[in-house]
């Protein structure tokens, strides 16, 4: 197929499966999937696309340089959306250096990977190709009430997750301003949807709620999140891939402001309509407040606008209609999550 051919880290996981299955259903790319597995992989997040002609999946570390420089040679990508990651705050308070090594090391070492091929081709492939690095709004820190995070907003991490996400953006830019690669970066806001694994809010609240389990809240439950659907998040990162302007950052978000209370009432709200077995008193019932994240950022909220007036892209999805599609998904995908919960994570708290 003459589509480009796109590496993508971290395609096994929670947005790089959404980026996977958009690209190769769509016929956008010839996508190389690269991942090494961990916990957070799953490949049946990318059954739907897996047989297509169009889709590759390499079993890889990106610490790795030498297997990094091989896929390289082997496959001679157009472009790289790296999204690989070590992604949960409360793991990375629990222990860091997982995250230093994957966020910080592995993004040093694709970042050289890229440099060595992008050396290596013809003026004309030379030109077009691009470096994506995946990131997160919680480089900025956290918001007070009012505000929002601009792409000039001073850098000013919290976790050891987002300091490590904050290091590899300085990496990525380093590159460019030195090197010369041609580097764009993203940072987006909370992503929800299908296939996230139970870890995060969503979908551990639907599951907990669904197995009549405490709902927990951290602290008063008024921190704020920005809500993205995964899928909206996929088609931002394809749109600066392919438009965004080399040394720039874009934001991505849809300006979906919840607190979390909202959220997980909101969820609440919608499994007492759509499921039979219902907790005496509702699903609000279950929940529970408990200890605080050590280092909690308050507020999230993104400004998109350059995303949206300078390459055009807007988030086609709120937040009723993504989390309602989102907990219906839960409840017809049990063969999905099932095996998550009896092999890998019951939902225990992490991070104190
Ligand atoms: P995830 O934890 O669901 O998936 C991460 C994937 O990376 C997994 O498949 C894992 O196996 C793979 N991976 C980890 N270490 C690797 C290594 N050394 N080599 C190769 N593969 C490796 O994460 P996610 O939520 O899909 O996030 C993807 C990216 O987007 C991350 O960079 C994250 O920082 C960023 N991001 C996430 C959100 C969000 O709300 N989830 C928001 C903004 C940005
Ligand atoms: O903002 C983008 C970031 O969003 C990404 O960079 C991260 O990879 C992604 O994990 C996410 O980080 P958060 O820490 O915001 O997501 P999480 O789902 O862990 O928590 C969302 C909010 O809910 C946060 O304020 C903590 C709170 N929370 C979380 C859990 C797991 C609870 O109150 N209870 C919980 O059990």
């Not at 040093?108 to 081709?121: E, N, T, Y």
């Not at 919680?138 to 601009?150: H, K, M, N």
Request: hydrophobic share 40%; with cysteine.
């Amino acid at each position: 197929m003459n589509l480009p051919t796109v590496i993508v880290t971290g395609g096994a996981g929670f947005i790089g499966s959404a980026v996977c299955r958009y690209l190769v259903s769509n016929q956008i790319a010839n996508v190389i999937n690269v991942d090494v597995l961990t916990y957070a992989a799953n490949l049946t997040s990318v059954e739907p696309v897996a047989h297509a002609d169009n889709y590759t999946f390499v079993k890889a570390d990106i610490c790795d340089a030498e297997a990094m420089q091989q896929v390289f040679e082997k496959y001679q990508p157009d472009g790289v959306m790296h999204l690989a990651a070590e992604s949960h705050v409360d793991r990375s308070i629990t222990g860091a250096q997982k995250f230093i090594e994957t966020n910080v090391l592995g993004t040093s070492v694709l970042l050289d990977a890229a440099l060595k091929h992008w050396r290596g081709l013809d003026k004309e492939k030379a030109d077009t190709f691009k470096f994506l690095l995946v990131s997160t709004d919680e480089v900025y820190g956290s918001l007070g009430a009012d505000g929002l995070f601009e792409e000039v907003t001073p850098y000013d991490p919290s976790s050891p997750y987002s300091a490590s996400k904050a290091a590899s953006d300085h990496l990525a830019i380093a590159w460019h301003r030195t090197y010369g690669l041609p580097v764009v970066i993203s940072n987006c806001s909370n992503n929800y949807g299908p296939y996230h694994f139970p870890e995060k809010l969503i979908p551990l609240i639907i599951l907990n709620a669904l197995h009549h389990k405490p709902l927990p809240i951290y602290g008063d439950g008024s921190n704020v999140r920005d809500w993205l659907f995964v899928d909206d998040h996929a088609k931002a990162l394809w749109t600066i891939l392919k438009t965004g302007e080399l040394g720039e950052k874009y934001n991505v978000g849809g300006r979906n402001e919840r607190t979390n209370l909202e959220v997980v009432q909101t969820v609440c709200r919608l499994l007492d309509d759509m499921v039979d077995s219902t907790p005496e008193g509702g699903h609000e019932s279950l929940i529970t407040y408990v200890t605080d994240r050590p280092g909690h950022d308050a507020r999230y909220a993104i400004d998109a606008t350059k995303l949206e007036n300078e390459l055009g892209w807007k988030a086609e999805e709120n937040f009723d209609t993504g989390i309602k599609a989102t907990v219906q998904w839960y409840l017809e995908n049990e063969s999905w999550w099932r095996p998550i919960l009896e092999q890998k994570y019951a939902g225990e708290r992490l991070g104190l």
